[in-house]
T-cell receptor, first 114, second 110 residues
Framework: ETGVTQTPRHLVMGMTNKKSLKCEQH?????MYWYKQSAKKPLELMFV???????ENNSVPSRFSPECPNSSHLFLHLHTLQPEDSALYLC?????????????FGEGSRLTVL | GQNIDQPTEMTATEGAIVQINCTYQ??????LFWYQQHAGEAPTFLSY??LDGLEEKGRFSSFLSRSKGYSYLLLKELQMKDSASYLC???????????WGAGTKLIIKP
């Protein structure tokens, strides 16, 4: 059983669709993150949750809506996306927020918006 | 502004040594991380430096100079499986967020 699991691994959606990405961590961590990874660009932090409470929202458009029902699960709800939103979406977790703690990443959900 | 610079791509030969540099300009500093990411896979943690000097871990070593805003990752006895992207990231001390470089794609040739 891997530490951080993301589903689906691949997703193709039209601009009018609604879909969700799911992340689950089995590490007992307290902090969870959503990152966007585009080709040849730095990882972009989207959202941070600490003990289920959202602590960061880095000016992410409202067409991305996160949900953290408990400390083990994180969702990213998607609606009316744009083609430029096509990217790899990575979920990560850490034992605590900051303090030099390493991040454990999932393998990502590859999103293509047509 | 905040900036992390690292080369886009490097090529090295199997069995050789390669050094991947990372320079940073951030408003705060609470440590520097190196991650490895194979194509289509999750980034995985390699090293963390918060004090100046060299940290060695098997074939991989990471160096930090805070006064110069500079770090490098040194890979020895290169193997084909070392072909991957190497990501440099700095943790700011203000909000503990990581600022990432765009990654260095390392290609190992036989």
């Amino acid at each position: 059983e891997t530490g951080v699991t993301q589903t689906p691994r691949h997703l193709v959606m039209g601009m009018t669709n609604k879909k969700s990405l799911k992340c689950e961590q089995h590490l007992g961590h307290n902090a969870m993150y959503w990152y966007k990874q585009s080709a040849k660009k730095p990882l972009e932090l989207m959202f941070v949750y600490n003990f289920k409470e959202q602590t960061e929202n880095n000016s992410v458009p409202s067409r991305f809506s996160p949900e953290c029902p408990n400390s083990s699960h994180l969702f990213l709800h998607l609606h009316t996306l744009q083609p430029e939103d096509s990217a790899l979406y990575l979920c990560a977790s850490s034992q605590k927020l900051g303090g030099g703690g390493e991040l454990f990443f999932g393998e990502g959900s590859r999103l293509t918006v047509l | 502004g905040q900036n992390i610079d690292q080369p886009t791509e490097m090529t090295a030969t199997e069995g050789a040594i390669v050094q991947i540099n990372c320079t940073y300009q951030t408003s705060g500093f609470n440590g520097l991380f190196w991650y490895q990411q194979h194509a289509g896979e999750a980034p995985t943690f390699l090293s963390y430096n918060v004090l100046d000097g060299l940290e060695e871990k098997g074939r991989f070593s990471s160096f930090l100079s805070r006064s110069k805003g500079y770090s490098y990752l040194l890979l020895k006895e290169l193997q084909m499986k070392d072909s991957a992207s190497y990501l440099c990231a700095v943790m700011e001390d203000s909000n503990y967020q990581l600022i990432w470089g765009a990654g260095t794609k390392l290609i190992i040739k036989p």
